[in-house]
């Protein structure tokens, strides 16, 4: 969505007050809000560790080794993203389209092994419903999945837009702009890997 | 307007952009700020009758004891959907409203920065609002409250509170895009030498109630959420039997709430800002003072939230910390008021509508100041809370501030938007009906509060001793209906005159006044350059070295103050030769995207496949939106 | 013409003065009973005659200002333009302030001193569970349960622990500390957030599910306060009443003696109507005492009021009806039509009594003292 946004925005543009392109100064508002949505998320999720009466508990499912490792696949795509950037920012278009669709690739792989992983704890007996523990994780990795999914979207579509001729290295704006939305939710997911996974809790109810 | 659609592309119908500035169909595609504005208020006070409507039939029920002319369930739809509607559908429309048609010109820009999202906020919030109203048809209103505890909202059988839930998301979704671009606007659009501290009030107060939004409303997003999967899909969130605490929705429901509630009351704040200078001939008293008390409020506002939830039981070291948040929360708002006084002292006060409304304002809103203070006396607030003292206290606040704040601005620039006056003594009759109206209706609520009537009852027996202040209550609602009215065939019959308002004919001190009443589609012919704040004031007169204040001399003056006739000339000028000012065209495709959310809710509510279909309609309608070509 | 408007709204501030203060509100927090409410009471009314002080100054130069300032038609010269005052600005930003710190400090210590539990040896705890839409109290060391009427010993801290009961999602009993094991199947009112008040006794305190919530209360005199949920709970939220009925304490002591006993066997033409009680209302009611035909004991469900005692208490149904014959009757034959959303079914329409029946009904009922 932010990837049409940013394009929709671009044409509609002028010399501005602060010398910020409009564009980046609605990106970086919208950032700001969303932070407040995964921190309620977050704080919702905090506030609840422990607290369900029923297993499966996180001890029970997690696999942290396999999560770490899309965790790093995520991080991966934050530096092939800035490589996207720095090419088209030299003009180099071929490059952008490799680095573009290498982000693009490494988002879904996240993705797919968040779908894997949540199949595989569906199997174990952990669904939306059966306890508190459930309905805060699912919902919170969930709403970052679906950041990821859209995130994935614009990455395409910018690599669309870049055959039509659309993306120039004056016009660099768009992919910067997409590259500030990626780079936020994997710093998110870096915050919930290690508020979720890493941060132990017992087996049971507290 | 400017822009048409490019000629010579055949074929790309689906890409060209519509043409037409006049009729209907101008207004669905329309992206001009200024009549977004005249939408969002058009839209607002359609829902104002309406919620006004529901408060009537609240208040015939409990005009006498032991009625039953509505029964319990529609009392519960009808004052919940008061609620919803007037915060949601009227007061931030209202207010969103004048954001949209003043920002640009009082800041001298050409439009907002984005205009076609501008547009979107428009018809996404429209539809939000109709999606929540159909639910009258669909098997029932919400009726959980407007502040929808859980689980009351969340384990009740039927789709009430599934619309509130799904409604209020959508909405929410209006207000953060149209925040954001308003925001960016403020931050980047000032004309040359439009420094942040020569901005007029109104629009700080604009921008604090941008940020204000874009930082409370995930959070209710958020919680709404959860309502939502609570309600739908079995979750717990708010389900003590799994551990969960209902009081978790209170608190992401009141982090929103409060700063909410100075969402609505901040743009008021800022119109009567704009209009006591101009009516008492005297510049605002302490400008900085005023905004910086506009900015503190706008902190300190995300640090008083649980003051709502004092008998929930949060201990008294909260109870106590939030009580303290709240007396602090005073001040900056009683500096306001300090500063609104010092503003009037040694004037020469002109009873204008406007100038009525906003000495109302002020008056009616010392009253629901040093009320709110008497629930930051917590132990007290044990008594106040979920009383009628509180219904009055808000009302005072919400009604005898906000509304009576956002009259003012509908009076103070009625000429500007419509290029018409509104009769200067009908408005003072309407503004002493309302203001009776209003007293009489709210005032006597704080002594049925005090006197143990406790709020959301569809009725009260008649032993409670409640009767008398009760029916008090109902005649003034009946009066304020009446002014409503009143103002409504007022409004409506100025458009049977001729426009005949001038350019600035208040002697206003800000840039909208030099322009055209009402503005041409591009706003300005020749982009202002400021020097002071209330630049245009200073355009018109100058100070002797004694201090004394004189007219600039007379051709100068004319030269400054583009009267109507000028204006309009510009605007004929503009029509045939646009001189290389562009402006964006309009768009079908915020009209057609924003299609897709109410779809998109009537499947969460009912079955999932519309929701396939209106994201599919949003996601379409953005694509097309981005592949549309820019209008040059 | 102002000045008339002055006289005016002069009138109405006396007349609002003089009904805050008439005695006729018979559930006001303006009429304190009790040590809680009196703490209450004494920091409001100087916080209040602060507030007055502070509104009469304010709107004083505000309407001072108006007069004086007003536009003068000969007038034509512009007012010299006073840009501010910065000393003048921090004065009025000190201020209040300074006001506000002395409200803050008696705030602050009632805060603590309203939370503190209550000590001593007679010291009396009660339990009280807030339904969709009545009140039940339940004396753990007196092994009473009753409905709707709260009955305490004057000059006696009463300990309150709240509950809310109901089911919770998936129509499951919600646990409660209140009520250690719930026994209960299904079919009762949904577990939502009450708020127990007694304006006379005790600012608010909400029932929230899977919270147990603490509240005192003590009354200085015998009599009758009125209560009433405070926190909106569904349908029939108005209709949620309570009574406090506060004795002397030999009174107290005999009230407990008569609750303490069993229900006697009915005879006579309350004998029909115990039977058709035992074959239909117990599935939510129960009467201490009641056995069959062959005397062994019927024990009823506890998901509505315990109705041993009915007659000795002076309302029924969230105090909504005065207990007698006729509004019994009323009551028996179709609860949903006199209370929305009531749980209790329609005598005639659900449970199909014929009306003769309900009469026995309620001659069965009118025994239980």
């Known amino acids: 969505m932010a990837a049409l946004d940013q394009h929709i925005f671009e044409s509609e543009h002028e010399a501005t007050s602060t010398g910020l392109p409009n564009t980046k100064l609605a990106m970086w508002i919208f950032l700001a809000s969303d932070c407040l949505l995964f921190g309620a998320l977050i704080s919702t999720y905090v506030l609840y560790r422990g607290a369900s009466i029923k297993g499966p508990y996180p001890s029970d499912v997690f696999d942290i080794p396999y999560t770490s490792v899309s965790s790093f696949v995520l991080l991966a795509s934050s530096l092939t993203m800035v490589l996207a950037l720095a090419a088209i920012q030299r003009g180099d278009q071929g490059q952008m389209r490799v680095w573009l669709l290498a982000t693009a690739l490494l988002g879904a792989t996240f993705v797919g092994g968040q779908v894997y992983e949540f199949t595989t704890f569906a199997d174990e007996g952990l669904t939306l419903t059966t306890n508190l523990f459930s309905t805060t994780f699912y919902v919170l990795t969930g709403f970052h999945g679906t950041h990821v999914a859209i995130g994935i979207l614009m990455l395409l579509s910018l690599l669309v837009m870049s055959f039509t001729g659309k993306i120039t290295q004056q016009n660099s704006l768009s992919v910067e702009l997409v590259g500030l939305y990626w780079h936020f939710v994997d710093i998110v997911w870096i915050v919930i890997f290690t508020i979720v996974y890493l941060i132990p809790t017992g087996p049971g109810p507290t | 307007m400017a822009s048409v659609s490019v000629p010579g592309e055949r074929g790309r119908w689906l890409t060209r952009r519509p043409a037409s500035t006049t009729g209907f169909w101008s207004w669905i595609t329309t992206v001009d700020h200024k009549r977004i504005g005249i939408l969002y208020g058009v839209t607002a006070f359609a829902f104002f009758l309406i919620g006004g409507s529901e408060a009537l039939f609240i208040r015939l029920q409990l005009a006498r004891p032991d009625q039953n002319l509505i029964s319990a369930e529609t009392y519960n739809e009808f004052f919940t959907m008061h609620g919803v509607t007037m915060i949601f559908l009227v007061v931030m429309p209202l207010s969103s409203a004048f954001f949209n048609y003043l920002i640009p010109l009082q800041i001298g820009a050409r439009d907002v920065a984005f205009p076609r999202l ?43 509170m599934l619309f509130y839930a799904t409604g209020l998301i959508i909405v929410g979704v209006a207000s953060t895009v149209s925040a954001i671009n308003l925001a960016v606007t403020i931050i980047n659009m000032r004309a040359p030498g439009m420094t942040m501290f020569r901005m007029p009030v109104f629009i700080w107060m604009g921008l604090v109630v941008q940020f204000l939004l874009a930082f409370s409303l995930p ?125 009037l002292w040694k004037g020469d006060i002109r009873f204008t509508p406007p100038m009525l409304f906003s000495i109302g304002f002020i008056a009616q809103f010392i009253v629901g100041g040093l009320s709110g203070v008497t629930h930051a006396v917590v132990p007290a607030d044990y008594q106040q809370t979920d009383t ?22 509908i009076y103070y620039w009625w000429p500007k938007i419509f290029g018409r006056m509104l009769p200067d003594r009908w408005g003072k009759v309407n503004f002493w009906i309302l203001a009776i109206g209003f007293n009489l209706t709210f005032a006597p609520m704080h002594v049925l509060g005090l006197q143990g009537m406790p709020r959301r009852i569809h009725s009260y027996p008649e032993s409670l001793g409640l009767t008398f202040w009760n029916t008090a209550a109902t005649l003034g609602a009946f009066i304020i209906a009446l002014g409503v009215l009143q103002f409504l065939i007022m409004a409506i019959s100025s458009f049977m005159r001729p426009k005949d308002a ?13 322009t055209g009443s009402p503005p041409p589609p591009h706003n300005f012919d020749e982009i202002p350059e400021v020097h002071a704040l209330d630049d245009f004031w200073h355009r018109k007169y100058a100070e002797t070295k004694t201090g004394r204040v004189v007219p600039v001399p007379a051709g100068g003056a004319d030269q400054a103050v583009p009267g109507g006739v000028h204006a309009t000339r510009g605007e004929r000028e503009m029509e045939h030769e646009p001189h290389g000012i562009h402006m964006p065209g309009p768009s079908y495709w915020p009209f057609v995207s924003a299609l897709g959310f109410p779809l998109i809710g009537y499947g969460v509510v009912f079955s999932p496949w519309p929701i396939v279909a209106g994201a599919a309609i949003v996601l379409i309608g953005l694509y097309g939106w981005a592949l549309e070509p820019s209008a040059e | 013409m102002r000045k008339s408007t002055r006289w005016v709204l002069g009138a109405i501030a006396l007349a609002l003065l003089a009904a805050a203060c008439s005695p006729d509100a018979s ?30 100054l304010v709107e004083g130069a505000l309407l001072w200002f108006v007069i004086r300032y007003r536009h003068r038609r000969t007038r034509t010269d512009v007012p010299p333009q006073i840009h501010g005052n910065t000393r003048l600005e921090i004065g009025w930003t000190i201020l209040p302030a300074v006001i506000l710190a002395g409200v803050a400090v ?56 709240l509950c809310a009961a109901g089911s919770g999602y998936e129509a499951q009993p919600a646990p409660n500390e209140c009520q250690a094991d719930l026994p209960v199947p ?12 007694v304006p006379e006794l005790a600012g608010k305190q909400d029932v929230v599910p899977g919270r147990t919530n603490t509240v005192w209360i003590e009354a200085d005199r015998p009599g009758t306060y009125e209560g009433q949920c405070a926190e909106f709970c569904g349908l029939s939220h108005a209709y949620m009443r309570f009574h406090v009925v506060a004795h002397e304490a030999d009174e107290f002591d005999a009230w407990v003696r008569g609750q303490q006993a069993e229900a006697a066997s009915a005879s006579g033409p309350a004998a029909q109507g115990q039977e058709v009680f035992a074959a239909n209302c117990i599935q939510c009611h129960s009467v201490n005492g009641l056995t069959d035909d062959a005397g062994e004991p019927v024990i009823g469900a506890i998901q509505g009021p315990n109705l041993t005692h009915l007659m000795s208490r002076e309302c029924f149904a969230g105090c909504i009806f005065e207990t007698n014959t006729d509004n019994l009757t009323r009551w028996v034959s179709d609860a949903p039509s006199l209370k929305p959303g009531s749980l209790m079914p329609s005598g005639l329409n659900e449970l199909g009594l014929t009306p003769r029946q309900v009469d026995a009904v309620v001659a069965y009922l009118e025994t239980l003292e």
């Open chain 2, 118 to 160: 501008n547009a979107y906020s428009y018809w996404v919030f429209l539809f939000g609002g109709l999606f929540i109203y159909s639910s009258f048809a669909l098997g029932g209103a919400p009726n959980g409250g407007w502040f929808g505890y859980a689980p009351l909202s969340t384990a009740e059988a039927g789709n009430n």
């Open chain 2, 219 to 343: 959070i209710i997003t958020v919680g709404l959420f959860e309502m939502l999967f609570d309600r739908r899909f079995g979750t717990h969130f708010f389900d003590p039997a799994a551990g969960g605490d209902p009081v978790l929705w209170q608190h992401l429901f009141w982090l929103f709430g409060h700063p909410e509630v100075y969402i609505l009351i901040l743009p008021a704040m800022g119109i009567v800002s704009e209009v006591l200078p101009v009516f008492a001939r005297k510049p605002l008293f302490g400008y900085q003072f005023v905004v910086f008390s506009g900015i503190a409020i706008g902190f300190i506002g995300f640090g008083v939230w649980a003051h709502h939830m004092f008998a929930v039981g949060l201990g008294p070291v909260a109870n106590t910390a939030f009580g303290i948040s709240t007396m602090i929360i005073a001040v900056p708002t009683g500096v306001k008021i300090f500063n609104w006084l010092g503003t």
């Open chain 2, 388 to 409: 009628y003292y509180i219904v009055a206290h808000f009302h005072y606040v919400l009604v005898g501030g906000a509304i009576f704040g956002l009259f003012a601005g």
């Open chain 2, 502 to 514: 001038p350019a600035d004919p208040w002697d206003a001190r800000t840039l909208e006044w030099t």
């Open chain 3, 27 to 56: 559930q006001s927090s303006l009429e304190p009973a009790g040590p809680y409410a009196d703490t209450v009471d004494d920091l409001f009314t100087p916080v209040f005659w602060v507030a007055v002080g502070v509104f009469v």
């Open chain 3, 106 to 161: 008696p705030t602050v210590a009632t805060i603590f001193d309203l939370a503190r539990e209550p000590s001593g040896g007679n010291v009396m705890q009660i339990d009280v569970l807030g339904h969709q839409w009545w009140w039940e109290f339940d004396y753990p060391d007196l092994q009473i349960n009753t409905a709707n009427e709260l009955h305490i010993p004057v000059n006696t801290p009463v300990y309150l622990s």
């Open chain 3, 186 to 197: 299904a079919g009762l009112g949904l577990s939502v957030i009450h708020s127990f008040w």
